[in-house]
């Protein structure tokens, strides 16, 4: 049985419809053509370039089992990054490369045949297909081209200059969102004092985020973010040592990462003393 | 493929749609041509509608 692959290339999209139904391939075909073509022309509207065209032919070796090997090619003068194909696949034997250039009502007839069906509406659809082939323009178009089964094209050039381009010129920028409701209770504090900091960045920590522990590492990271400070090991160390902070116990003894939470007494100095 | 129905044999055919974008790669294998149909209608009509 012959099978038939009907491929779609625009941008970095590409599509493959692979089937052993003749005729939904040559339905199907038409409908991406025809919106190739309507797309194409909505989009080089006032572009007004041209570019060459270029059409190839490559073999395709598959396991089939007609002796028989068709290709051919279907040139748009679409838009530019828009490819179509639609191919049928018959196997086997290696030929040279022939250069066929071509338009789908070539292809549909050059399928029939093979079949040796004889449909009167395939000719309808021939006579479709040429209109809607003649009235392509030529813009910034590539060609059509075959496409070997076994290996895949990169990205197109447009691509990598875009990628190089952003590598040079980065213009990401990390967020710096501050937390309103801590800043809040920071400043209600009115206090610039780090121990206190680290007291009322715990408390926000255990009441507002619901965290049933804390590491040094998230209660810096709130602190930097909203006030571009840091505690180090010998304050924390200093709350321990008062018992406002203790160290929770690793139970699993796997984790790398000391965790802490704030004690009732810590959470009454957070009340009554700052 | 010939499949067997109330002992006649019928042809089956199988349908493969593939579609890649940068390293995303997705591909549907059916039987049922109404709905991979209706998968090509669907990324087609988004494709062209992405200028």
């Not at chain 1, 090997?69 to 490819?83: D, G, N, W």
């Not at chain 1, 715990?202 to 009441?207: D, H, V």
């Amino acid at each position: 049985m012959s099978r038939y692959a009907f491929t779609f290339k625009k941008d970095d999209i590409f599509v493959e419809f692979i089937t052993t139904d003749k005729e939904i391939v040559e339905k199907q075909f038409q409908v991406w053509v025809a919106d190739a073509d309507d797309y194409a022309r909505g989009h080089n509207q006032g572009k007004g370039k041209r570019e060459n065209e270029k059409e190839e032919a490559k073999p395709q070796n598959l396991q089939p089992s007609n002796p028989q090997e068709v290709s051919s090619q279907l040139t748009t003068h679409s838009s530019p990054k828009i490819e179509a194909t639609a191919e049928e696949f018959i196997p086997v034997k290696e030929q040279s490369p022939p250069e066929v250039l071509d338009k789908a009502s070539t292809l549909l007839k050059t399928i029939n045949t093979i079949q040796g069906t004889d449909k009167a509406n395939s000719e309808e659809q021939i006579a479709n297909s040429n209109v809607s082939l003649q009235g392509m323009s030529e813009s910034n178009d590539e060609a059509i081209q075959k496409e070997d089964f076994s290996t895949q094209e990169a990205p197109t050039s447009n691509f990598e200059a875009v990628l190089e381009q952003s590598i040079e010129n980065p213009t990401f920028e990390p967020a710096k969102t501050q937390d309103k409701v801590f800043l809040n209770l920071v400043h209600s504090k009115n206090t610039t004092d780090k121990f206190h900091y680290l007291i009322i960045t715990a408390y926000y920590l255990s009441e507002f985020e619901k965290l049933q522990r804390f590491s040094l590492k998230q209660i810096n990271a709130k602190l930097m973010q909203n006030l571009s400070e840091a505690i180090d090991h010998s304050t924390l160390q200093s709350a321990i040592n008062q018992n406002f902070v203790e160290l929770v116990p690793d139970l699993t003894g796997v984790s790398d990462v000391a965790e802490y939470k704030l004690t009732l007494v810590g959470e009454e100095f957070f009340a009554n003393k700052i | 493929m010939l499949t067997l129905d109330k002992g006649r044999k019928i042809m089956q055919h199988e349908y493969v749609f593939k579609m890649k974008k940068g390293d995303i790669e997705i591909e549907l294998k059916s039987d049922d041509i109404e709905f991979v149909e209706q998968q090509l209608n669907k990324w087609r009509e988004d494709i062209m509608q992405k200028g």
